[in-house]
Each structure stands twice: as structure tokens, then as C-alpha cells.
């Protein structure tokens, strides 16, 4: 994926993935989660001056220093399986919860991965010393701005 120049690059966890896909992961130092789709700002965070909950452009979520990668797919007999980190990148991943323990350094994101099996449930797990949310603008409401 290509590296892009951010004008929001914040640690201000005030942020919502839920419903939001990865549409890539890129592996090395750091662990990159793309967003082409965007993901949501809510009103509370220091870089949303809007008063209400929004939906970036594109964006990305930086793992940084990531450790003990994994990541498993439970079939529809909740049989579990472990991906590979290219097979990844095949699929599409939707964020159900994402959570990010400062103390342990663990990120723990569930979800919907859909792949040739269908509609899965799926988890992604790694050790992080820090998460980062970096996007350009704000472009409209999300989906839970009433």
C-alpha cells in the first residue's frame, strides 16, 4: 500500500471502527490498517471540532512496534483456523470491536471476514507499544450521527 502524507496523526482513542473495513494490512515494523472507506471520529475527540460524530476519507490505524502477530477465521462448525499474513490481504475484513490495552500493549480486533467460504467470524491479535489514527479530513455525518 502506498504511504500517504497525514494531516490528523493522533493517539486520541476517541475514535469508532465498528462497521468499518480493513482494506489492507501492510506487515513490517509497524502494522498498518488501511481504511479506504474511512472509519469514525466521534465529537469527543481533540481533533474534531465539528460537534458531531464523523466519518474521515481515507485512513489508516498504525500498530506501531507490532509483535505476535495472529489471526484466526472460525468456520460456520467453529472449526478455527489460523491465516497466513498474506492470506490477510484476500480478504475482507468488517471491525465488529477493536480495543487496545495500554498496560499490555494488547490489540485485540473482531470481526466478519469474507473470503471463497463466505461470511466468517474472525479475530486479529498483536502486542503493540502504541496505536495511532491518522486520516486527512472529516468528509461527512457517520452512520450513528443522529
Avoid: P
Wanted: aromatic share 12%; net charge negative.
Amino acid at each position: 500500500m502506498e504511504q500517504k502524507q497525514w494531516k490528523v496523526i493522533t493517539e486520541d482513542d476517541n475514535i469508532s471502527l465498528h462497521d468499518c473495513i480493513i482494506s489492507g494490512i501492510d506487515f513490517g515494523k509497524d502494522i498498518v490498517l488501511y481504511f479506504e472507506d474511512g472509519f469514525h471520529v466521534t465529537k469527543d475527540n481533540a481533533n474534531n471540532a465539528t460537534g458531531r460524530h464523523k466519518l474521515t476519507g481515507e485512513s489508516v490505524v498504525v500498530l506501531h512496534q507490532a509483535q505476535d502477530f495472529k489471526s484466526v477465521k472460525y468456520l460456520e462448525d467453529d472449526t478455527a483456523i489460523n491465516l497466513e499474513k498474506t492470506e490477510i490481504n484476500e480478504i475482507d475484513f468488517e471491525i465488529l470491536d477493536f480495543s487496545f490495552d495500554k498496560k499490555t500493549g494488547q490489540v485485540k480486533i473482531s470481526g466478519r471476514a469474507w473470503d471463497e467460504e463466505g461470511n466468517v467470524f474472525s479475530e486479529l491479535e498483536a502486542k503493540a507499544c502504541g496505536v495511532t489514527y491518522c486520516w486527512n479530513e472529516l468528509i461527512e455525518d457517520a452512520w450513528f450521527q443522529f
